[in-house]
């Protein structure tokens, strides 16, 4: 069965410190791979996502970057954090193209002090 | 542009039926799926509608009418735990391989 894990849950940086999330996928291959960000009580914002390796599409203008180095490996990363930038980060990946389903990993929690 | 609207609260009693609707106006349309989200969790799945008409998964049902851009969620036998929110999302064939979300609603079940 297919998995999907991104690490760290939680983590408290100062504005301006660097940021490195991590998504993995198993049990599939070529999945199609998001970077999602939800503000408190709010919905889901995407941010970045790939149909494949070095495949990167941008959807908010930012500070933060997206990286696919390997198939089933997803990274979100930034070089200076801004308190804007606080939120629940959530991983996800879709089988393909005409498919409804999303499947989430368990989200990264950020808080920019 | 891709837009969804949903209500954003619903309250409801232990044991009733709640509708949750969606509206959606988009450029295309693959179909609309429909994500279950609890406090402090990630979202997870619940349904997916390609083609008209209803699908029943358990307590669980979810509608779409392509024709009027328009879906529900339809959740029976309420449970304290179905309280959670609610997301209906698009999936757009010009925008890419993109999800689109609405912006949930928020149900909360009473006893």
């Known amino acids: 069965s297919q998995t999907i894990h991104q690490w760290p849950a939680t983590l408290v940086q100062p504005v301006g410190s660097p940021l490195s999330l991590e998504c993995t996928v198993e049990?599939?291959?070529?999945?199609?791979l998001y970077w999602y960000r939800q503000a408190a009580g709010r919905g889901l914002q995407l941010l970045f996502y790939?149909?494949?390796?070095?495949?990167i599409s941008s959807e908010v203008p930012q500070n933060l970057s997206a990286s696919r180095p390997q198939d089933r490996q997803f990274i979100l990363s930034s070089k200076k954090l801004l308190l804007s930038d606080s939120g629940f980060y959530l991983c996800?990946?879709?089988?393909?193209?005409?498919?409804?389903?999303?499947?989430f990993g368990e989200g990264s929690r950020l808080t920019v002090l | 542009g891709q837009s969804l609207e949903q209500p954003s609260e619903v309250t409801a009693v232990e044991g009733a039926i709640v509708q949750i609707n969606c509206t959606y106006q988009?450029?295309?349309?693959?179909?609309l799926s429909w994500y279950q989200q609890h406090d402090g969790g990630a979202p997870t799945f619940l349904s997916y509608?390609?083609?008209?008409g209803l699908e029943e998964t358990g307590r669980f049902s979810s509608f779409l009418s392509r024709s009027d851009s328009y879906g529900y969620l339809l959740l029976q036998e309420l449970q304290m735990k179905d309280s959670a929110s609610y997301f209906c999302?698009?999936?757009?064939?010009?925008?890419?391989?993109?999800?689109?979300f609405g912006p949930g609603t928020r149900l909360s079940v009473l006893p």
């Open positions: 996800a990946w879709s089988p393909g193209v005409l498919t409804g389903e999303l499947f």
């Open positions: 049990g599939t291959s070529n999945p199609n």
């Open positions: 790939s149909v494949g390796i070095g495949q």
């Open positions: 988009t450029s295309g349309f693959y179909g």
């Open positions: 509608n390609a083609l008209d």
């Open positions: 999302a698009v999936r757009d064939p010009n925008y890419g391989q993109n999800f689109v």
